[in-house]
């Protein structure tokens, strides 16, 4: 079960008030400082991000089946285990624990594997660091990202059953359940799979630019069903990619895929407030 949360824009005709509407003018106004840093950086021959040296990672396509494998395996009994009937709330539940079994399971396959801790990507020896590029990423996609997400949901509406569910389910409880899916236990799975296993043995089979695109489409694909909102999705993949390939880390990337889901989760609050115990 995907349980990411792409930006959501107000339903149509909704009127923006001031306080979406200062988040958004802010978020675009923090995207063109962003563009600009990075066009600079390109005129004087750099490239956006810094590559740090790394090993490529030590796996071969037998072990991306295997988590591959290991991934469905974990979703399916996690759906085998709901109660019959199983609520929204059951759902959200077994898909937690089905992608943080699967994560643990696939890390758990590939150490045995001989492949050293380090190559995993979640080293945090360069976290401050890491940081401070998801929160410049945050920057440069947030406004383009929900300008295109608005425009697609004009075309096809976008539709994600925790949007229901959050219009009717404001409790703790509740909430909770989705932050600790959408904003932690989601980036990490996503991120660890799309960008490290994935793309990490794609880098050595094709190279980067191939694998970089490979997994952001996909990883893209992983959303159809709601709507067209795996077409922006793209877009973000190919980013916490290109931070994954300059960086050889996926932290930038499981804190920017955080960001995101925060902010999106922030934007469906916001949205389906008026429809709380109506």
Known sequence: MEIDLPPVPPEAG???????????????????????????????????VPPRPHAPVPWAGIDVATVVYLSICCQFLSSALLPSPATMADKLAGGVLGMATATSLAAAWLLYRQAPASALGFGLRSLAADLRLA?????????PLL???????????????????LARHR????????GVAAVIVAPVAEEFFFRRVLQGWLEKAW?????VGISAVLFGLAH????????????????????ARQTGSIVPGIALHALFNAASLALVLWQTAPAVDR
């Open 171 to 178: 409790d703790l409880p509740s909430l909770m359940l989705v």
């Open 207 to 211: 190279g980067a630019i191939p694998a």
């Open 147 to 165: 300008a295109v997400a608005g425009i697609l949901d004009r075309l096809v509406p976008y539709e994600h059953p925790i949007i229901d569910f």
């Open 14 to 48: 909704a009127v923006v008030g001031p306080v979406a509407g200062v988040l958004i003018a802010g978020a675009s106004i923090a995207s063109l400082w962003a563009i600009g840093g990075v066009v600079a950086r390109l005129r004087r021959g750099e490239p956006a």
């Open 135 to 143: 929160a410049a990423a945050l920057a440069l996609i947030l406004a």
């Open 224 to 243: 159809v069903g709601q709507g067209l909102a795996w077409v922006p999705l793209v877009a973000f993949g190919a980013v916490a990619g290109y931070l």
